[in-house]
C-alpha cells in the first residue's frame, strides 16, 4: 500500500526565527494515530533565520539524522564535538545514554533548511556519538546513493538501525526503480519536483508516502526532482 501525505497536511509552527514543517507528532502538535512509521519517529522540516538555532539541550536513546538541503549548519556537542555542515554532508548523532547538543545556523545572510530526522535505536543503552559524512552529489544523477545505513561506510553514515537512507536526483521524464526485501517498509520524501509511484500515485514538492507490503517501486519523474527514499525495517 501506498499511503499518500500531502505538504499541506503537515503540522506547521512558526516561532518566527524558526519555520518547522512536522511530519510526525512533535512538541506542541499530538496526534496518537500519527506517531511514527516503524522505527522513524521524527522528520522536521525547519526553515532557521541566520545566526539562530536551538541551543544546548538534551536528547536521551534516539538515533538522530540531520540534512541540509539550503544553508550552514553548526553543531556543538557534550562530547566536545563541533562541525559545520552543507548540502552534500550529513550528519548523524547517537542520543544514547544522554547528550546535550546545539544546533545553529551558521550563515549571517543564508536561511538554514534542513531536515531533522529521528530514528528509535535497535537497541538501548547506546554510548553517545557523533559523525558528519560526505557524499558525492553527481552520484545522486538518476540513481539512488545511500547516504546513511547500518554498517555505515565510504561516505555513509552509520546508524544504530535496520534502515537506509537514499538522495536521489531523478532529471525529468527519467525513471530510478527500488526494491527491497518483502516484509519491509519505505519512507518516501520529494525535496523538489514531481514524481509518479508505480505509475498511480503522483506527489509533488515535499509530499511524502508511507509505503508498506510493497517490495518494487519505480519513481518517475516529471518534472527535474530531489527525492529522499527511506529502507526501514518492518518488524516495529
Given at each position: 500500500m501506498i499511503q499518500v501525505y500531502p505538504a499541506a497536511?503537515?503540522?506547521?509552527?512558526?516561532h518566527g526565527w524558526l519555520k518547522s514543517n512536522f511530519s510526525f507528532s512533535f512538541a506542541d502538535y499530538y496526534d496518537p494515530s500519527n506517531m511514527s512509521f516503524g522505527p522513524m519517529r521524527v522528520l522536521n522540516d525547519d526553515f532557521v533565520a541566520p545566526l539562530e538555532g536551538f541551543g544546548m539541550h538534551?536528547?536521551?536513546?534516539?538515533?538522530?539524522v540531520s540534512i541540509v538541503l539550503t544553508g550552514k549548519l553548526e553543531h556543538r556537542d557534550s562530547l566536545g564535538n563541533h562541525a559545520v555542515t552543507g548540502f552534500g554532508e550529513v550528519q548523524?548523532?547517537?542520543?544514547g545514554t544522554g547528550i546535550y547538543h546545539s544546533e545553529m545556523s551558521a550563515s549571517e545572510t543564508e536561511t538554514l533548511n534542513f531536515l531533522q530526522m529521528w530514528f528509535?535505536?535497535?537497541?538501548?543503552?547506546?554510548?553517545?556519538?557523533?559523525e558528519t559524512t560526505e557524499f558525492d552529489v553527481e552520484r545522486m544523477k538518476n540513481a539512488l546513493l545511500p547516504v546513511v545505513s547500518?554498517?555505515?561506510?565510504?561516505?555513509?553514515?552509520?546508524?544504530?538501525?535496520?534502515?537506509?537512507i537514499y538522495l536521489s536526483d531523478i532529471?525529468?521524464?527519467?525513471?530510478?526503480?527500488?526494491?527491497?526485501?518483502?516484509g519491509r517498509n519505505i519512507f518516501f520524501f520529494v525535496i523538489d519536483g514531481e514524481?509518479?509511484?508505480?505509475?498511480?500515485?503522483k506527489l509533488m514538492r515535499r509530499d511524502s508516502a508511507r509505503i508498506t507490503d510493497v517490495?518494487?517501486?519505480?519513481?518517475?519523474?516529471?518534472?527535474?526532482?530531489?527525492?529522499?527514499?527511506?529502507?526501514?525495517?518492518?518488524?516495529y
Open positions: 497536511s503537515r503540522y506547521m509552527a512558526d538534551p536528547h536521551r536513546e534516539m538515533e538522530i548523524r548523532m547517537s542520543a528509535m535505536p535497535s537497541h538501548a543503552h547506546i554510548h553517545p556519538s557523533y547500518t554498517q555505515g561506510g565510504e561516505n555513509i553514515a552509520s546508524i544504530h538501525q535496520d534502515m537506509t532529471d525529468a521524464d527519467a525513471s530510478v526503480a527500488f526494491r527491497t526485501e518483502p514524481v509518479t509511484l508505480n505509475g498511480e500515485e517490495s518494487d517501486l519505480l519513481i518517475q519523474a516529471s518534472t527535474d526532482a530531489r527525492i529522499m527514499l527511506i529502507d526501514l525495517t518492518g518488524a
